[in-house]
């Protein structure tokens, strides 16, 4: 594990490059050599703390860049978009610029399923790895307690007279837990007799996926997560219209809960880079970014700042740019889009992918034919990020099988797609060494100002506007069709005042290829 353990701003001296530790540094000295103060730090043990999330609201120390991590669409071998963010912040500090990358807190549904982990991996991950992926500073057990909070308020008072006049089978609210538990998904509450409930079908999300994890994500200060929880829509009523928390008067409580839950945790990388982690949202159905609050930090204190979008472009970017960028009045100065030679070679439809199943060997050897074919998702994904005036800067994450003509191939694409560069990384293996040269990009294209931030659509169009220009301006659709059921719920959710929002889409992850 590499560290910079003398300089301030995590800028390691050359004569520290190579050198190994057995143990990540003390946190409290993360934080001294970052210029945290030091009474901001709540510590949870020797690797990780919690910050004062007020601390972002200061004068910012200079003009910070903000760095957006997104990718073509994910294929099951994985593309390394998280490796990228933290390996990047670790090679921004080898070329002389403080940085710091804000991520989410990994779910424990996909850490004991498939993925494994959600903290990078090789030579640039988030350490200590068994802290960040299993419970952490317990944000997840907070956000699932506020959650199941307001589940168990709402059926007490439907057992209770039901002085909301809730429709029981129109109950919107649903329990969390933070595990694949298919056998929650659908089930039927309230058997126990007349005392223990009213009878209705319902179900557990998992956490991540929750509307409370997209609060703590989106509040900007403890005033502005207590209003947002207010406003959350449980259900239906049976004169018309929709209940919220706080009508059920449990706002308070759910803050309550949630108030060292709204604090970031800074822990560090495998180079001794500081890392801030906070919120958890999925991109296929939430907002999928961290927090608005890490952010707001980070950039305050750092002159980089590298976050991760989930999944795609086609869905993490296009919420960051849409929803978060819009909450946070910040928007990055310049995208990485992470690409795989063997990712766009499977994106060519020629190869079977699995999750969990070792790679079709055939994907593995040189195919010009097939890269080319897949490249459609490369172009597809870069015009995504371009839409909304931001450069991009293509990340090629190197494998041992790719072969120097794809290489040379891929990058002449990305150029030709409108990549403002192409660059070479080998963080997962080299660690910040490995991705000096997409560094030296990204600032490159950064300090050249040439982002100029616009939304893909305005909130005063109408729902489906709206719909119509995500699905065909970003997804690749040749129109979108309604549902005669679909229609009228647009229609009840303009006439109740929400026609003015963000779209949130809920879709698959590979549906763009």
Known sequence: MLCCRHTPNCVPPPDMLETELNVPLPIDEVARRAGL????????????????HTLGGGARKGRARYVLVTAITPTPAGEGKTVTTIGLSMALNRIGRAAVSTIRQPSMGPVFGVKGGGAGGGASQ?????????????????????????????DTSLLLDNPLGLEPERVTWRRVVDMNDRALRQVQIGLGGAQNGVPRNTGFDITAASEVMSVIGLARSRADLRARLERIVIGEKRGGG??????????????????????????QTSEGTPALVHAGPFANISFGNSSVLGD????????????????????????????????????????????????????????ELKAGAPLPPELLREDLEALELGASNLAAQIQNVRLHGIPVVVAVNRFPSDSERELARLAALALAFGAEACALSELFARGGEGGVELAQAVVDVAERNLARYRPAYQLEQSIE????????????????????????????FQELGFGGLPICMAKTQYSLS
Do not use: Q, W
Request: charged share 20%.
């Open 37 to 52: 103060p030091p009474d901001s730090l709540s510590p949870y043990g020797r690797y990780k703390a919690k910050l004062d």
């Open 126 to 154: 988030v350490v200590p790895l068994e802290e960040i992926n299993l419970h952490l500073t317990g944000d997840f057990h907070a956000v699932a307690a506020a959650n199941n909070l307001l589940a168990a308020a709402l």
């Open 242 to 267: 929709f209940a919220t928390a706080g009508e059920l008067g449990v706002a308070g409580a759910m803050a309550a809960i949630l108030r060292d839950a709204l604090d970031p945790t800074l822990m």
């Open 296 to 351: 707001a930090l980070a950039l305050r204190y750092f002159d980089y700042v590298v976050t991760e979008a989930g999944f795609g472009a086609d869905m993490g970017a296009e919420k960051l740019l849409n929803i978060k960028c819009r909450v946070s009045g910040r928007s990055p100065d310049v995208a990485v889009l992470v690409a795989t030679v063997r990712g766009l070679k499977a994106h060519s439809g020629r190869f």
């Open 465 to 492: 506007d709206k719909i119509h220009t995500i699905a065909t301006g970003l997804y690749g659709a040749a129109g979108v069709e309604y549902s005669p059921r679909a229609s009228a719920e647009i229609r009840r």
